[in-house]
């Protein structure tokens, strides 16, 4: 029976050709993910059909992925991504409304003391802020059975176009009162909440007022758009 022999060359590229066939197959099945932000950021402005290409403002990533803030022409898109073993795979993208000038972001941080795991709110405003020297956050959560907790956090500026807000207990322990067990139900997570409500007050550099954007917060994670800036 006759064998045909491949010479070195030709194992070369018939494993060569096996690999890149891999590659395609996996590429294909982690839905195509592009190379670069870039490329990502591109993908997101053709879901929108968006000729023209788009301005990135701020990026953040983490362990499994991560979020892009980009400017176009008159507004600003949040694209999530997630990453793969070939790239930055499309996680989804919103187009605000042209009025939206800021988007706050909650996630949550889980910080142990004492043997317990404390729910510890993570709020970062993007988006048009290069203009206010300082920021003060005022967050209000209400819980179903209605109990209320307000939080005020100072916002430290992480970038132009995003400032973050250090958030810090009203009380030390639980036992410095009512308000105080109630402030450390809603941190363990105990309490389930019905809604929250963000206020944001803006000043310039000699500490006078100069605007004040509310944001609604819908439960759970994402983003929540603004309304236009109420000066005050």
Same mark, same amino acid.
């Given at each position: ?37 870039? /490329?990502? $950021?591109?993908?997101?402005? $053709? ?39 070939? /790239? ?12 939206? $000038? ?52 100072? /916002? ?20 410095? /009162? ?20 963000? $206020? ?33």
């Amino acid at each position: 029976m006759f064998h045909w022999k491949l010479s070195r060359k030709q194992k070369l590229l018939r494993n060569i050709v096996v690999m890149l066939a891999a590659l395609g197959s996996l590429w294909w099945m982690l839905g195509f993910p592009a190379l670069t932000i870039n /490329g990502l $950021q591109r993908r997101a402005e $053709q879901a929108y059909l968006l000729d023209e290409k788009g301005e990135i403002l701020y990026s953040e990533s983490w362990l499994d992925g991560g979020r892009i803030l980009s400017w176009q022409r008159d507004r600003l898109m949040s694209t999530n991504w997630e990453r793969t073993l070939l /790239g930055y795979r499309f996680g989804g993208a919103k187009l605000f409304d042209p009025n939206v $000038q800021h988007i706050l972001f909650y996630s949550r941080e889980d910080v142990k003391a004492e043997g317990k795991t404390y729910w510890y709110p993570k709020l970062e405003l993007w988006g048009l802020v290069e203009e206010p020297a300082a920021a003060v956050l005022e967050w209000t959560v209400t819980a179903k059975d209605g109990a209320v907790m307000t939080w005020t956090m100072p /916002g430290v500026r992480k970038d132009d176009h995003c400032l973050a807000f250090v958030f810090a207990r009203n009380y030390e322990t639980a036992a410095d /009162g009512s308000e105080a067990e109630t402030e450390e139900r809603f941190l363990l997570g105990d309490y389930v909440r019905e809604n929250s409500l963000a $206020q944001i007050s803006f000043y310039n550099e000699v500490g006078v007022l100069t605007g004040i954007h509310r944001f609604e917060h819908v439960v759970g994670y994402g983003y929540n758009t603004s309304i236009r800036g109420e000066e005050p």
